[in-house]
């Protein structure tokens, strides 16, 4: 019987993904003043990042900017920056908050319990929301409604966060975007032969493990979470170098490995894992933009817009496999979109 994928409210957030994008980027160019201004003033002398979810790991290559332009910063969840870090939040530490809804539980406490003595430059996609409004300076992605798994608002996060990064380092924020724009329209232009070659490869995967290295742990976090969400099964994001920490022994047939190659630091390290995990007897696949195989063939971007063109053979492994099921990707049947209860 041949298995397809169910077009449900997911797929089409999916498939939005660059008309999103195009969004994002004409009100960044629009609207960043309140931000520039911000940052101009220099009122702080550290960085936090926090977020829940996929925004948190969003912030990864935003980490990776500031610490390589020696800028002090750390990568918090908003749940245990509340609980055991509050001392982070001086009056001289910026914090960009990140929440796609701009109603979590964990962000709303942060602005309305007065945790955050210093500037909070909030990042959502919801103009109007307590992130939104209450943050000292907002950044509007503008994607558009989503309907369960984030997708669409997700790579309009990474866009948006590429742009501030830009800002606080002092380098050119859209340098890229145009290009990593392209790449996904013309990935998901394909969508359904990625899909349908997905489906014929993952019949017999039990179990899936995304990894990857600096830039692309962004891709390894998000893509672990959005599966278990879409899919309903056991998966996990870690770096490549700790799947050899323990996860390695669980490689069999029914697992499959998804390798992000990542840029020139840690590509080699990658290709070994690639390699010894099918010596092994198990399943890999590797995101480069060299690959054979066009459904893991990523765009040519530069290396801190990987995460963007790496989470969509992510994303067409969720629709391959709630096809393999019978099942419709991204319906929820027990969580709701805005997470209200910390």
Excluded at 26 to 50: C, H, M, N, P
Excluded at 73 to 90: C, D, I, N, W
Excluded at 304 to 333: D, K, T, Y
Aim: hydrophobic share 45%; proline share 3%; aromatic share 6%.
């Amino acid at each position: 019987m041949k298995r397809t994928v169910i077009e449900g409210a997911y797929w089409r957030d999916l498939l939005e993904q660059p008309a999103a994008m195009e969004r994002t980027a004409a009100l960044l160019r629009a609207s960043g003043d309140g931000v520039r201004g911000l940052v101009a003033a220099r009122a702080f002398d550290r960085v936090v990042l926090t977020g829940m979810g996929s925004s948190y790991h969003a912030l990864h290559p935003l980490q990776i900017r500031l610490s390589r332009a020696g800028m002090f910063s750390q990568m918090v969840e908003t749940s245990e920056l509340l609980s055991y870090y509050p001392a982070l939040l001086g009056e001289r530490t910026l914090t960009v908050a990140v929440s796609q809804s701009g109603e979590s539980a964990e962000v709303v406490r942060l602005l309305r319990d007065g945790k955050a003595a210093g500037p909070v430059i909030g990042v959502s996609n919801t103009a109007g929301s307590t992130l939104a409004v209450e943050s000292q300076a907002a950044i509007l992605t503008a994607a558009g409604p989503e309907a369960t798994v984030s997708c669409k608002t997700y790579v309009a996060t990474l866009q948006a966060l590429h742009w501030l990064g830009g800002v606080l380092v002092g380098e050119d924020g859209e340098a890229g975007m145009a290009g990593a724009q392209a790449g996904v329209a013309g990935y998901l232009a394909d969508w359904r032969g990625h899909a349908e070659w997905f489906i014929e490869e993952l019949g017999a995967v039990r179990q899936v493990f995304v990894t990857g290295r600096g830039w692309s742990m962004a891709t390894a976090g998000t893509g672990g979470l959005i599966l278990k969400e879409s899919v309903k099964m056991a998966a996990e994001g870690m770096s490549s170098a700790a799947f050899r920490h323990g996860p390695f022994e669980m490689t069999t047939g029914e697992v499959m490995t998804c390798i992000c190659l990542g840029d020139a630091r840690t590509a080699g390290l990658n290709r070994r894992l690639h390699s010894d995990v099918g010596g092994a007897g198990g399943r890999s696949f590797l995101l480069e933009t060299g690959a054979e195989v066009a459904a893991l063939r990523l765009a040519e971007v530069m290396p801190e817009l990987l995460p963007i063109v790496e989470i969509l053979p992510v994303q067409m492994i969720s629709l391959a496999l709630a096809a393999v099921r019978g099942a419709e990707a991204g319906r929820f049947a027990l969580a709701t979109k805005v997470t209200a209860v910390e």
